[in-house]
């Protein structure tokens, strides 16, 4: 472990030391995926927020575990206007696994983002799906390589940083597809200002999204105002009625 991982929270260490542990897939993915963008465009242009809801089972910063089926709770999230799914597949802290994927991706027309803490090329193997998730913190200088590795399987690749440093880095590698996370990696407390903070550096042409900690409609306008072209929401869409929430997110600039 280098200094600065001394700085992650515990819960943080130990998700990055089992990613590290993880095998990768048996054989090289190719993938057709779905244009993210062009959903997130679409979703404009019918006047709904993009908004990516998260299966998410469970985490280290939520009490217990949702074991409802993952295609179920895909299907609730797309019928309240979800522009795209993420999934997690991260199996020992947030209940994921890659047949979850496999099996929402098959049952929706929507992209679907891999959730996961990948670390070397061959877990980008692990399985398909439209989008994947590169940290910069977890990945460090191997970003580039990556980057280019997730490309030429045909996945987009959605950057995620927490601040400028981090964002400099995704830009100069080349990210199109950037997620401030306002979740930070040393106390796991969210802040909106992370996002707005971190926003108006990145580049006018990439789609962004604003993650982690959107948990009401105000903080949805807020992020929207902040320039997120689209929000990541697990927790608020996860607790309770899936569809409703998800709703309350997608019509959260149209609704009283
Ligand atoms: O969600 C956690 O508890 C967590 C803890 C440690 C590292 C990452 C974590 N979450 C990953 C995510 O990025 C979120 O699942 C995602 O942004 C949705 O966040 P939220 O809407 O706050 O559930």
Redesign the pocket.
């Known amino acids: 472990m280098d200094a600065s991982e001394d700085e992650l929270?515990p819960?943080?260490r130990s998700?990055l030391a089992a990613a590290r542990d993880r095998s990768g897939g048996k054989s090289r993915v190719s993938v057709d995926a779905r244009s993210f963008p062009d959903a997130v465009d679409a979703a404009e242009a019918d006047g709904r927020v993009p908004v990516v809801a998260?299966v998410?089972p469970t985490?280290?910063?939520?009490e217990g575990t949702r074991g409802d089926d993952p295609v179920e709770l895909a299907r609730k999230m797309v019928g309240g206007g979800a522009t795209a799914l993420?999934v997690?597949t991260e199996p020992d802290?947030?209940g994921g696994s890659t047949e979850n994927l496999r099996r929402v991706r098959e049952a929706v027309d929507v992209p679907v983002l891999r959730?996961d803490f990948v670390v070397s090329e061959a877990q980008l193997d692990a399985v398909e799906a439209d989008l994947v998730l590169l940290i910069a913190r977890f990945v460090g200088d191997d970003l580039p390589d990556l980057l280019s590795a997730a490309r030429e399987r045909g996945f987009q690749v959605l950057v995620?940083v927490h601040d400028r440093a981090e964002l400099d880095r995704a830009v100069e590698a080349g990210a199109d597809i950037i997620?401030v996370?306002?979740?930070d990696?040393a106390k796991?407390e969210?802040d909106l200002e992370t996002f707005e903070r971190v926003a108006p550096h990145v580049p006018d042409d990439a789609t962004l999204l604003a993650?982690?900690?959107?948990?009401s409609v105000e903080d949805a306008r807020r992020m929207r105002a902040a320039g997120a072209d689209a929000l990541?929401?697990?927790?608020?869409?996860?607790d309770g009625d899936v569809r409703a929430n998800t709703e309350r997110f997608t019509t959260a600039e149209t609704s009283e």
């Not at 993650?211 to 948990?215: F, Q």
């Not at 990541?232 to 996860?238: E, K, P």
């Open positions: 929270a819960e943080v998700i998260e998410k985490s280290p910063t939520t993420s997690l802290h947030f959730k995620e997620g996370n306002n979740r990696l796991l969210v993650e982690s900690g959107v948990s990541l929401v697990g927790t608020a869409i996860m």
